[in-house]
């Protein structure tokens, strides 16, 4: 079993939907947590963080950290096709640097 | 943009051949983490750097070794490149003063080892 587990995709929603995108995790250690945004070819982009648990919001992104069920979510409104991308879900943890990664969920907004 | 920023942008080489890639972190940033990312996959941890010395390090073999310098800019080197190594190879960031673990990545380096 991987650490961090996410659903390639590709996920294809309508101009202007609300996206929700996931990632369980088995390691109860990790405290840190992280969506990226990379488009093709790129680096990837940092988009939110999170420590510990609860809800954090940015303009038409929430990130959501239920640690009791190791799930985190990113939540895009109106979604543009400008979104289209790949989102990386990433951890970590007390005393390291060290991220661990998700596979990435392919988005294509659909104009 | 992050103001990370690595050379080359892309390169190629065979299959035995050794490959030296350069990163240049955010201006602040004082330590610096090198990943692999396989086509389709998510990045994985190689090394990380502080201080001028290697502090971390993820599933790779010794053939893969880095340095970084007094201006905080590191390199990443490979010997005996095998197929496998083609990849995205990224760098990231950070500031060890921030509270925070948040580490910017730059755009990347794609490797083809043929």
């Known amino acids: 079993q991987k650490e961090v587990e996410q659903d390639p995709g590709p996920l294809s929603v309508p101009e202007g939907a609300i996206v929700s995108l996931n990632c369980t995790y088995s390691n109860s250690a990790f405290q840190y947590f992280m969506w990226y945004r990379q488009y093709s070819r790129k680096g990837p982009e940092l988009l939110m963080y999170t420590y510990s648990s609860g809800n954090k919001e940015d303009g038409r992104f929430t990130a959501q950290v239920d640690k009791s069920s190791k799930y985190i979510s990113l939540f895009i409104r109106d979604s543009q096709p400008s979104d289209s991308a790949t989102y990386l879900c990433?951890?970590?943890?007390?005393?390291?640097?060290?991220?661990?990664f998700g596979t990435g969920t392919r988005l294509k907004v659909l104009a | 943009e992050t103001g990370v920023t690595q050379s080359p942008t892309h390169l190629i080489k065979t299959r035995g051949q050794q490959v030296t890639l350069r990163c240049s972190s955010q201006?602040?940033?004082?330590?610096v983490s090198w990943y692999q990312q396989a086509l389709g996959q998510g990045p994985q941890f190689i090394f990380q750097y502080y201080r001028e010395e290697e502090n971390g390090r993820g599933n790779f073999p010794p053939r893969f070794s880095g340095l970084q310098f007094p201006n905080y800019s590191s390199e990443l080197n490979v010997n005996a490149l095998e197929l496998d190594d083609s990849a995205l190879y990224l760098c990231?960031?950070?500031?060890?003063?921030?509270?925070?673990?948040?580490?910017?990545f730059g755009p990347g380096t794609r490797l083809t080892v043929t």
């Open positions: 990231a960031s950070r500031s060890h003063r921030d509270k925070t673990y948040e580490q910017y």
């Open positions: 201006s602040g940033h004082n330590t």
């Open positions: 990433a951890m970590s943890w007390a005393g390291t640097y060290k991220y661990i």
